[in-house]
Protein backbone atom coordinates (compact mmCIF):
# COMPACT_ATOMS: atom_id res chain seq x y z
CA UNK A 1 0.00 0.00 0.00
CA UNK A 2 1.05 3.51 -0.88
CA UNK A 3 2.00 5.61 1.66
CA UNK A 4 -0.90 7.77 -0.12
CA UNK A 5 -3.25 5.26 0.38
CA UNK A 6 -2.67 4.51 3.91
CA UNK A 7 -3.33 8.27 4.81
CA UNK A 8 -6.86 7.63 2.87
CA UNK A 9 -7.23 4.98 4.91
CA UNK A 10 -7.00 6.60 7.77
CA UNK A 11 -9.21 8.87 6.83
CA UNK A 12 -6.34 11.54 6.26
CA UNK A 13 -6.06 14.15 3.43
CA UNK A 14 -2.78 16.20 3.01
CA UNK A 15 -3.15 20.12 3.07
CA UNK A 16 -2.07 22.68 0.57
CA UNK A 17 1.41 23.31 1.43
CA UNK A 18 1.49 26.88 3.51
CA UNK A 19 2.99 29.51 2.41
CA UNK A 20 5.49 30.97 4.85
CA UNK A 21 5.08 34.15 6.69
CA UNK A 22 8.22 35.59 6.32
CA UNK A 23 11.46 35.19 3.84
CA UNK A 24 12.16 31.60 3.78
CA UNK A 25 10.85 28.89 1.31
CA UNK A 26 8.93 25.89 2.87
CA UNK A 27 11.56 23.69 1.85
CA UNK A 28 14.70 22.96 0.18
CA UNK A 29 16.42 19.80 -1.67
CA UNK A 30 20.54 19.23 -1.73
CA UNK A 31 21.11 16.60 -3.42
CA UNK A 32 18.96 13.82 -2.23
CA UNK A 33 18.61 15.48 1.23
CA UNK A 34 14.98 17.38 2.12
CA UNK A 35 15.37 20.48 4.42
CA UNK A 36 11.90 21.24 5.75
CA UNK A 37 11.03 24.17 7.50
CA UNK A 38 8.99 24.48 10.59
CA UNK A 39 5.62 23.99 10.51
CA UNK A 40 2.81 24.54 12.97
CA UNK A 41 -0.90 23.12 13.19
CA UNK A 42 -3.68 24.13 10.74
CA UNK A 43 -7.23 23.23 10.76
CA UNK A 44 -8.33 22.49 7.39
CA UNK A 45 -9.86 25.72 6.48
CA UNK A 46 -6.56 26.55 6.61
CA UNK A 47 -5.97 29.11 9.97
CA UNK A 48 -3.55 28.39 12.80
CA UNK A 49 -3.95 26.60 16.15
CA UNK A 50 -3.09 28.93 19.21
CA UNK A 51 -2.26 28.18 22.92
CA UNK A 52 0.56 27.47 25.38
CA UNK A 53 0.32 23.39 26.42
CA UNK A 54 -0.14 23.39 30.61
CA UNK A 55 -2.44 26.35 30.52
CA UNK A 56 -4.41 26.73 27.54
CA UNK A 57 -3.96 23.47 25.54
CA UNK A 58 -3.58 19.71 27.38
CA UNK A 59 -0.60 17.52 26.10
CA UNK A 60 -3.26 15.04 24.47
CA UNK A 61 -4.52 18.08 22.41
CA UNK A 62 -1.17 19.00 21.61
CA UNK A 63 -0.70 15.60 20.23
CA UNK A 64 -3.17 15.67 17.78
CA UNK A 65 -1.72 19.57 17.25
CA UNK A 66 1.72 17.81 16.50
CA UNK A 67 -0.26 15.01 14.58
CA UNK A 68 -1.57 18.20 12.79
CA UNK A 69 1.88 19.46 11.54
CA UNK A 70 2.56 16.22 10.57
CA UNK A 71 0.65 16.44 7.98
CA UNK A 72 1.55 19.51 6.98
CA UNK A 73 4.81 17.95 7.20
CA UNK A 74 4.10 15.73 4.63
CA UNK A 75 2.25 17.77 2.09
CA UNK A 76 5.33 19.93 1.93
CA UNK A 77 7.34 16.63 1.33
CA UNK A 78 5.07 15.34 -1.20
CA UNK A 79 5.57 18.39 -3.15
CA UNK A 80 9.31 18.27 -3.41
CA UNK A 81 9.78 14.84 -3.85
CA UNK A 82 6.77 13.90 -6.06
CA UNK A 83 5.76 10.95 -4.06
CA UNK A 84 5.55 9.87 -0.78
CA UNK A 85 7.17 6.32 -1.18
CA UNK A 86 10.30 8.00 -1.99
CA UNK A 87 10.19 10.22 1.66
CA UNK A 88 12.85 8.42 4.21
CA UNK A 89 12.30 10.45 7.43
CA UNK A 90 16.16 10.83 9.16
CA UNK A 91 15.63 13.29 12.30
CA UNK A 92 12.80 15.79 13.12
CA UNK A 93 12.92 18.54 15.82
CA UNK A 94 9.63 19.12 17.67
CA UNK A 95 9.50 22.29 19.61
CA UNK A 96 6.58 23.11 22.55
CA UNK A 97 5.34 26.05 23.54
CA UNK A 98 4.31 25.46 27.29
CA UNK A 99 4.33 26.98 30.99
CA UNK A 100 7.63 26.36 32.34
CA UNK A 101 6.42 23.03 34.56
CA UNK A 102 5.51 21.44 31.56
CA UNK A 103 7.67 18.17 31.27
CA UNK A 104 6.05 16.02 29.03
CA UNK A 105 7.38 17.15 25.60
CA UNK A 106 8.24 13.91 23.93
CA UNK A 107 4.55 12.47 24.42
CA UNK A 108 3.24 15.95 22.40
CA UNK A 109 5.85 15.06 19.76
CA UNK A 110 5.02 11.59 19.63
CA UNK A 111 1.85 12.58 17.70
CA UNK A 112 3.99 13.48 14.71
CA UNK A 113 6.27 10.76 15.22
CA UNK A 114 3.43 8.25 14.92
CA UNK A 115 1.46 9.92 12.30
CA UNK A 116 5.05 9.04 10.20
CA UNK A 117 5.71 5.99 10.83
CA UNK A 118 2.15 5.08 10.42
CA UNK A 119 1.73 6.32 6.67
CA UNK A 120 5.82 5.77 5.87
CA UNK A 121 6.61 2.30 7.61
CA UNK A 122 10.04 2.04 8.54
CA UNK A 123 11.33 5.00 6.31
CA UNK A 124 8.88 7.01 9.02
CA UNK A 125 11.28 6.16 11.84
CA UNK A 126 13.75 9.13 13.13
CA UNK A 127 16.03 10.45 15.20
CA UNK A 128 14.05 13.37 17.34
CA UNK A 129 14.53 16.01 19.62
CA UNK A 130 11.80 17.26 21.10
CA UNK A 131 12.27 20.34 23.44
CA UNK A 132 10.26 22.86 25.46
CA UNK A 133 10.06 26.58 24.42
CA UNK A 134 8.77 29.81 26.46
CA UNK A 135 6.80 31.12 23.22
CA UNK A 136 6.52 30.27 19.39
CA UNK A 137 5.05 31.98 16.48
CA UNK A 138 1.72 33.28 16.70
CA UNK A 139 1.19 31.10 20.16
CA UNK A 140 0.75 28.59 18.26
CA UNK A 141 1.55 24.83 20.48
CA UNK A 142 3.88 23.33 19.05
CA UNK A 143 6.14 23.79 15.77
CA UNK A 144 8.48 20.57 13.69
CA UNK A 145 10.64 21.09 11.56
CA UNK A 146 12.28 17.72 9.84
CA UNK A 147 15.14 16.45 7.83
CA UNK A 148 14.11 13.87 5.08
CA UNK A 149 16.33 12.23 2.06
CA UNK A 150 14.54 11.13 -1.27
CA UNK A 151 14.92 8.24 -2.79
CA UNK A 152 15.30 7.26 -6.51
Request: glycine residues 10%; aromatic residues 4%; proline residues 7%.
Amino acid sequence: MTPEAKLASMGLVLPEVPRPVANYVPFKISGNMLYLAGQGPRRSDGTVVTGKVGKDVTAEEAYEHARLTGLGLLAAAKVAAGELARIEVLKVLGMVNAVPEFTDHPKVINGCSDLLVAVLGERGRHARSAVGMGSLPMNIPVEIEAVMRIHD
